[in-house]
């Protein structure tokens, strides 16, 4: 494509959106296959209601090659996700500088994995692709 960014959009419908929602018996798991080769571009999550359990309860977000383990991923962001943040609070998660990582070749999956015990844990990810 001549003219074209890589990362900077070049047509209003050129987005594409993963979304995501969760509940409690949530488990570390892919939760998105890529038909085509995109770029991650930002994700932002939400809880609505926020875990009960009494230690931390946070996802993290990991590039995923067909064959791989979500947890032997890529991680695609600092810090992680917090599901005990505040209710209708959305949490933009800083993305990782490296644009390897957050290219997904057709066939790589987007996973996250649990840490901790989700509970009563309800909320929605919302993950934004381009197409490359």
Same mark, same amino acid.
């Given at each position: 494509?001549?003219?074209?960014? %890589? +990362?900077?959009?070049?047509?209003?419908?050129?987005?594409?959106? !993963? #979304?995501? *929602? =969760?509940?409690?018996?949530?488990?570390? /798991?892919?939760?998105?296959?890529?038909?085509?080769?995109? @770029? &991650?571009?930002?994700?932002?999550?939400?809880?609505? #209601?926020? +875990?009960? *359990? $009494?230690?931390? #309860?946070? @996802?993290?977000? =990991?590039?995923?090659?067909? +064959?791989?383990?979500?947890?032997?991923?890529? %991680?695609?962001?600092? $810090?992680? =996700?917090?599901?005990?943040?505040?209710? *209708?609070?959305? /949490?933009?998660?800083? %993305? #990782?500088?490296?644009?390897?990582? @957050?290219? %997904? *070749?057709?066939?790589?999956?987007?996973?996250?994995?649990?840490?901790?015990?989700?509970?009563?844990?309800? +909320?929605? &990810?919302? !993950?934004?692709?381009?197409? &490359?």
């Amino acid at each position: 494509m001549t003219g074209r960014v %890589l +990362g900077a959009c070049t047509a209003h419908n050129s987005a594409k959106f !993963i #979304v995501h *929602d =969760y509940i409690g018996t949530v488990v570390t /798991q892919a939760f998105f296959t890529a038909p085509f080769a995109c @770029l &991650i571009t930002d994700i932002v999550a939400r809880p609505r #209601v926020a +875990g009960s *359990d $009494g230690s931390a #309860v946070s @996802l993290s977000f =990991y590039n995923v090659p067909s +064959g791989v383990a979500v947890a032997s991923g890529a %991680l695609l962001h600092s $810090g992680s =996700y917090n599901m005990k943040g505040t209710a *209708d609070t959305n /949490q933009v998660l800083t %993305l #990782v500088t490296d644009p390897d990582v @957050l290219r %997904l *070749d057709a066939g790589d999956s987007i996973g996250f994995v649990v840490t901790g015990t989700a509970t009563a844990a309800i +909320g929605v &990810i919302t !993950i934004a692709l381009e197409p &490359i």
